[in-house]
């Protein structure tokens, strides 16, 4: 047997996902199109209180890739924010301190602690953010982030770390606090049909206060713009600050959730 074989094989060892989930991401356009048909059911969600919030996007994205979310919040009464650092090209060691001041901007422009919605890397970014900064961060939101159990299982990890100059290993004891309970409330949408990442790296630990919400069929590169997502996303930032109780799978997307227990038992 090979040693690529007994690699891919070793306890704890994840695979990324199939070719053919790879190849379905260009569905991520219909999903796109899906929510802006059916905005006027999502502008039913619950209304903001004002409060900030940054939204981070993913590997190889810019602010562009996140500009239907921070319209959609802020058509909700939230005050969404840009990262205004360019194309995301990785490195946790480069990031975080830009990172860091920009949410230390946000938060004394407002005054007020500041919600995080990270999607795929740029959710890894926002749970660290919270480890380092809990004082100024509301909650955290994540979409299809590979921040637990092997995450080396995705179709992007080489070019990340050819990009990024970092390997998966560097950080580790950073990357194991990113993995475990957060300080603020913390929820992970994700989708078992995400065909770069593989969706068992995107589970946290489901607590009073953090849970996973299942997405059926949704792609990664259409999870941030996926009208059930995005349903998630407003129904988890209205929350009052402090509070936490779990996501109601009632409403006008329920029959695109799984059930609470499925990520657990799987």
């Known amino acids: 047997m090979?040693?690529?074989r007994d690699r891919a094989q070793a306890p704890g060892r994840l695979r990324p996902p199939s070719l053919g989930l790879l190849l379905a991401e260009a569905r991520g356009l219909f999903e796109f199109n899906a929510s802006v048909l059916l905005s006027p059911l999502l502008m039913r969600a619950p209304r903001g209180d004002?409060?900030?919030v940054l939204a981070l996007p993913g590997f190889l994205a810019s602010d562009l890739s996140m500009a239907p979310m921070r319209r959609y919040l802020s058509e909700l009464g939230y005050e969404a924010h840009a990262w205004r650092i360019g194309r995301n090209l990785g490195g946790m060691a480069r990031m975080r301190?830009?990172?860091r001041g920009r949410l230390t901007e946000i938060y004394a422009d407002s005054g007020r602690k500041v919600s995080l919605v990270g999607w795929s890397l740029g959710g890894v970014y926002a749970r660290d953010l919270a480890l380092q900064a809990p004082d100024m961060v509301r909650s955290v939101i994540t979409l299809g982030s590979p921040f637990a159990n092997d995450v080396r299982a995705?179709?992007?990890?080489?070019l990340y770390e050819a990009l990024?100059?970092?390997r998966v290993e560097d950080f580790?004891?950073?990357r194991e606090a990113i993995a475990g309970d957060l300080p603020v409330p913390a929820t992970s949408i994700y989708s078992r049909t995400?065909?770069?990442?593989n969706w068992r790296t995107c589970l946290l630990h489901p607590s009073e206060r953090a849970e996973n919400i299942e997405v059926h069929f949704a792609s990664h590169v259409g999870l941030g713009v996926n009208p059930a997502a995005l349903w998630a996303v407003a129904d988890r930032l209205a929350q009052p600050e402090g509070e936490f109780w779990p996501f109601d799978r009632a409403g006008p997307f329920a029959i695109a959730y799984a059930p609470?227990?499925?990520?657990?038992?799987?």
Not at 194 to 197: E, H, I, L, Q, R
Not at 260 to 266: D, F, T
């Open 50 to 52: 004002g409060h900030p």
């Open 260 to 266: 609470p227990e499925r990520a657990v038992s799987a």
């Open 194 to 197: 995400d065909g770069v990442v």
């Open 97 to 99: 301190e830009t990172l």
């Open 154 to 158: 995705t179709n992007a990890t080489a």
């Open 2 to 4: 090979s040693r690529g």
């Open 164 to 166: 990024s100059g970092e």
């Open 172 to 174: 580790a004891e950073a």
